[in-house]
């Protein structure tokens, strides 16, 4: 095993789209959806990736999944060059990378018994033999939180939660070290999504699992992860530790994301940042701080120049000119 802290090494990857418009759907420039994002995620440790509609983040977990290529940039996984891989190695070495999608109801195979898909990605791999199947089947569903005979079931006879757990389960199956959970709970009710958390959570810590959670709700990225990165129109404009980062944002976006996270407190609640507009088409950014046309904050400087990811803090990274200043401003 490598002996590197870092189980997942992203470094500079972009992945582009082409435009297309026109009756015959001629091509009209690129859309750059992930801009050259770096991040490491350790052994044990979960990272959340936030952000709005359109701001790259699940692109990010599909290219680390290899459902796509980038157009550019390097992925190390347990050691390996990730982008080199395939074949026959790439498909072996696929059991320690797995997925968690958004919507269970089009993820499961509607027309599968949920302990045929839950042995699915076993019969691939080939981790067990035809007489074994069945109890490593029940083994995976027991593991989170469902009966031996939900095996003979079909996704329809589930609820939402149960369904996102047979998909968990599915996951789990090849023994994987890391998961790409991508809006696992975005699509459930609070108080299942409340449960599959303290599911996901209680898996990581028995099985030392690593995760990327993708979320566009920074308050439940906030429980799950240690630390967080945040991204805008295709780049991460902010990262540190959970705590931390949630208690002192530097980035005016991410302060403007955590003023909309509602607080039971009244003492400790953040005067609400209301950003103008909408985010720009990542086929048209503008000049300087793609943030600029909707920061309160925001300078002569700002449209000129892009501000780096770097050292604001230590450990905390954050593209902005003015890094805490609007939150220092709001009371944060």
Known sequence: MNASPDLLRVEE????????????????????????????????????????????KTTCGRLIARLEAPDSGRI??????????SGKTLRRRRRDLQVIFQDPQTSLNPRMTAGDQVAEPLRVQGLVSRRQTRARVEELLAEV????????????????????????????????????????????????????????????????????????????VERIAD??????????????????????????????????VPDPSPASARARVVLAGEPPSPADPPPGCAFHPRCPIARPRCREEAPPLSAALPGRLAACFYPGELTATRGG
């Not at 190390?76 to 891989?85: K, N, P, T």
């Not at 630390?227 to 403007?256: D, F, K, N, Q, S």
């Open 145 to 220: 939180g469902l009966s031996a005979d939900a095996a003979t079931r079909f996704p329809s006879e589930f609820s939402g939660g149960q369904r996102q757990r047979i998909a968990i389960a599915r996951a789990l199956a090849t023994r994987p070290k890391f998961l790409v959970c991508d809006e696992p709970v975005s699509s459930l009710d609070v108080s299942v999504a409340a449960q599959v958390i303290n599911l996901l959570l209680d898996l990581r810590d028995r099985n030392g699992l690593s995760y990327l959670f993708i979320s566009h709700d920074l308050a439940t």
């Open 227 to 260: 630390r967080i990165a945040v991204m805008y129109l295709g780049r991460i404009v902010e990262e540190g530790p959970a705590a931390e980062l949630a208690a002192r944002p530097l980035h005016p976006y991410t302060t403007a994301l955590l003023s909309a």
């Open 13 to 56: 990857i972009t992945k582009t789209y082409p435009v297309r418009r026109g009756v015959f759907g001629a091509s009209d420039g690129r859309l750059t959806a992930v801009d050259r994002v770096s991040f490491a995620v350790g052994r044990g440790e979960t990272l959340g990736l936030v952000g709005e509609s359109g701001s790259g």
């Open 76 to 85: 190390r996984f347990d050691g390996e060059d990730w982008l080199a891989l």
